[in-house]
């Protein structure tokens, strides 16, 4: 069992690289967020945000009750969760669940382990640090995609759906469910002021950026 883990190990143990052909379907973009889609607890889940700032993995409750699972599978959660401004956001528990990454024929299948807030979002599912890791996975705004290896050594690689980016993008203004980080620590105040400058933007020719409440937009 020792010689099959090390022998999986180093075949998920090469460089992942994007090139130039990895823009050639990419739509010209400043700055859309890579948006993709799982399947977990039997069900394609869209609007998966691939998040390298979040240092959690999340579920939305809005999210775990589509996809109609029990609530027996919640289990405790002790710590805390706060967004950009250090605002503690609700945590109802967290679960495991299997999730599958695919594109192709090639797949790649891990548990998960999922924070379950009860917070807005206009997306489904925050993929933090933690997946990511787990997943060796890297993620690029530029080309818009997420690559990872397959437990056989090859590559998958997973487009985001730009259309579907831009559409939670604007919804998270308009319905002022702004896009946010989540932090298992309150944020220094450093940090909440190099966050809220990164999340300035121009829709429309008009700018945006983050209030002082989670998700209160305001407009300059």
């Not at 002790?78 to 090639?106: K, M, N, P, S």
Request: charge should be neutral.
């Amino acid at each position: 069992m020792m010689i099959e883990a090390q022998e999986e190990d180093q075949a998920l143990d090469v460089d992942l690289v994007f090139t130039k052909a990895d823009l050639r379907d990419v739509v010209p973009h400043d700055n859309d967020p890579v948006v993709i889609s799982v399947v977990t607890a039997g069900r394609n889940v869209h609007r998966v945000l691939v998040d390298q700032g979040s240092s959690a993995d999340v579920m939305f409750w809005q999210t775990f009750n589509k996809l109609q699972l029990s609530p027996d599978q919640l289990r405790p959660y002790t710590g805390c969760l706060y967004g950009f401004a250090g605002d503690q956001v609700e945590v109802r528990r967290h679960l495991e669940l299997r999730t599958t990454f695919t594109y192709g024929i090639a797949s790649r299948t891990e548990n998960i382990r999922y924070l379950v807030m009860n917070a807005p979002s206009a997306y489904k599912i925050l993929l933090g640090r933690p997946a990511l890791n787990r997943l060796r996975a890297v993620a690029s705004t530029r080309h818009v995609k997420m690559k990872l290896l397959d437990l056989g050594g090859t590559m998958i690689t997973i487009k985001s759906d730009q259309k579907e980016a831009k559409r939670c993008y604007e919804n998270s203004l308009k319905t002022k469910r702004g896009m946010f980080t989540v932090t298992t620590r309150a944020p220094s105040e450093e940090e909440v002021a190099r966050a809220e400058i990164a999340l300035e933007w121009e829709i429309g020719g008009k700018m945006f950026k983050l209030g002082k409440s989670l998700g209160q937009g305001t407009q300059d």
